[in-house]
């Protein structure tokens, strides 16, 4: 494809340049099943008959099977300028597993723009490998910037195998976030 020929621009990433919408496409790798938040409204759902949209997935590509994912992808589309890392957990809730597939898609298609998105929890500990291993932007998703609104919004958070709840849960987070 295209892609494969030539460096996209920044201003090709159809997220963030209004203008790149009509133009280039992007492609979500689910590669993350597991989450270090559980927000209350979340349900990290498969697709099904009734149920197929952004942020539904009909299943979990391992690290291994991403480059036969995008090969077969690539090899129809040529108008795909990103390729987004994201749920249906956090990828920073796995991050060997989610630095191992960055690699792999960045070393085979290194014009193209590597998109990951987080909550934010992680995501200060890995700054440097995932620059490293090919990701050009990085989208933090914020629910709350208030604690005590984050107090509701979040059942639970998870750091180093200890749970954090309620306003402690909030504040943390949002800290990290920052």
Same mark, same amino acid.
């Given at each position: 494809? !295209?892609?494969?020929?030539?460096?996209?621009?920044?201003?090709?990433?159809?997220?963030?340049?209004?203008?790149?919408?009509?133009?280039?496409?992007? *492609?979500?790798?689910? *590669? $993350?099943?597991? =989450?270090?938040?559980?927000?209350?409204? =979340?349900?990290?759902?498969?697709?099904?008959?009734?149920?197929?949209?952004?942020?539904?997935?009909?299943?979990?590509? +391992?690290?291994?099977?991403?480059?036969?994912?995008?090969?077969?992808? /690539?090899?129809?589309?040529?108008?795909?300028?990103? !390729?987004?890392?994201?749920?249906?957990?956090?990828? /920073?809730?796995?991050? +060997?597993?989610?630095?191992?597939?960055?690699? @792999?898609?960045?070393?085979?298609?290194?014009?193209?723009?590597?998109?990951?998105? #987080?909550?934010?929890?992680?995501?200060?500990?890995?700054?440097?490998?995932? $620059?490293?291993?090919?990701? #050009?932007?990085?989208?933090?998703?914020?629910? @709350?910037?208030?604690?005590?609104?984050?107090?509701?919004?979040?059942?639970? !958070?998870?750091?180093?195998?200890?749970?954090?709840?309620? !306003?402690?849960? @909030?504040?943390? /987070?949002?800290?990290?976030?920052?």
């Amino acid at each position: 494809g !295209i892609c494969a020929q030539r460096a996209v621009s920044v201003s090709d990433h159809p997220c963030f340049y209004g203008s790149a919408k009509a133009r280039w496409g992007r *492609v979500h790798l689910p *590669v $993350a099943p597991e =989450c270090n938040i559980q927000c209350n409204f =979340c349900n990290r759902l498969y697709d099904c008959a009734n149920e197929s949209r952004p942020a539904v997935t009909r299943g979990i590509l +391992e690290p291994g099977d991403v480059l036969t994912y995008l090969g077969r992808l /690539l090899g129809r589309r040529s108008d795909i300028s990103v !390729i987004g890392i994201a749920g249906p957990g956090d990828p /920073l809730s796995e991050p +060997e597993r989610t630095l191992e597939t960055v690699r @792999a898609a960045h070393s085979t298609y290194p014009n193209l723009l590597i998109c990951l998105s #987080t909550n934010g929890l992680n995501l200060a500990g890995y700054v440097d490998e995932l $620059a490293e291993a090919g990701v #050009t932007h990085v989208t933090v998703t914020v629910n @709350a910037v208030d604690p005590l609104i984050g107090r509701r919004i979040y059942s639970r !958070i998870t750091v180093n195998n200890h749970t954090y709840r309620d !306003i402690e849960a @909030a504040e943390l /987070l949002l800290s990290r976030q920052r």
